[in-house]
T-cell receptor, first 114, second 115 residues
Framework: DGGITQSPKYLFRKEGQNVTLSCEQN?????MYWYRQDPGQGLRLIYY???????QKGDIAEGYSVSREKKESFPLTVTSAQKNPTAFYLC?????????????FGPGTRLTVL | AQTVTQSQPEMSVQEAETVTLSCTYD???????LFWYKQPPSRQMILVIR????KQQNATENRFSVNFQKAAKSFSLKISDSQLGDTAMYFC????????????WGAGTKLIIKP
């Protein structure tokens, strides 16, 4: 089955720790995205990548880092510099980054800072 | 900067009724796309329908249709013959036709379909 997987589903972190959220897709999509979702707000873009070995900051990139070494994978690291990391994180991909292409979403990871 | 506003935090209707969710947006640009996404309790985000701004004809997908009023910057979603499975958060989103391709999201409307 083609799709996007995110792991883990739930993640707990102590303050001061870095954590990495996994996102894998087998759709052969070029573009991948990371969003943050907070209650009562729309999704906000953290980082996006249009092609392997390239990525750009979104609206709220501070305290986050990404890599895109493989087409299938776009892991997100939440660093200790992120002041309020507790949120729901969604990964998405699209055939490419053009406007006409639907973004497909993974099931999400709920990160809680203890 | 572009913004998307969904003025209805929560709505509920009886099964089989028709419901309309509102969305307004603000932009000075002329070329863009608009989307409605659905997020059920599973939290899996699913595209419901999309509209190209240059098309005057309103998009339709089975029971889902939009009323796109470009001059008023309005993009409402109508769900006909609502079903229990339509219970979800619905998000309106906007994307400029430029090299950035970022989706700008509204805060969402929680729709509850009652049996």
């Amino acid at each position: 089955d083609g799709g996007i997987t995110q792991s883990p589903k739930y993640l707990f972190r102590k303050e001061g720790q870095n954590v990495t959220l996994s996102c894998e897709q087998n759709l052969n999509h070029d573009a991948m995205y990371w969003y943050r979702q907070d209650p009562g707000q729309g999704l906000r873009l953290i980082y996006y990548s249009q092609i392997v070995n390239d990525f750009q900051k979104g609206d709220i990139a501070e305290g986050y880092s990404v890599s895109r070494e493989k087409k299938e994978s776009f892991p997100l690291t939440v660093t200790s510099a992120q002041k309020n990391p507790t949120a729901f994180y969604l990964c998405a991909s699209s055939i490419d980054a053009s406007t006409n292409n639907e973004q497909f979403f993974g099931p999400g990871t709920r990160l809680t800072v203890l | 900067a572009q913004t998307v506003t969904q003025s209805q935090p929560e709505m509920s209707v009886q099964e089989a009724e028709t419901v309309t969710l509102s969305c307004t947006y603000d932009t000075s640009e002329n070329n863009y796309y608009l989307f409605w996404y659905k997020q059920p309790p599973s939290r899996q985000m699913i595209l419901v329908i999309r509209q190209e701004a240059y098309k005057q004809q309103n998009a339709t997908e089975n029971r889902f249709s939009v009323n796109f009023q470009k001059a008023a910057k309005s993009f409402s979603l109508k769900i006909s013959d609502s079903q229990l499975g339509d219970t979800a958060m619905y998000f309106c989103a906007f994307m400029l036709l430029d090299s950035n391709y970022q989706l700008i999201w509204g805060a969402g409307t929680k729709l509850i379909i009652k049996p």
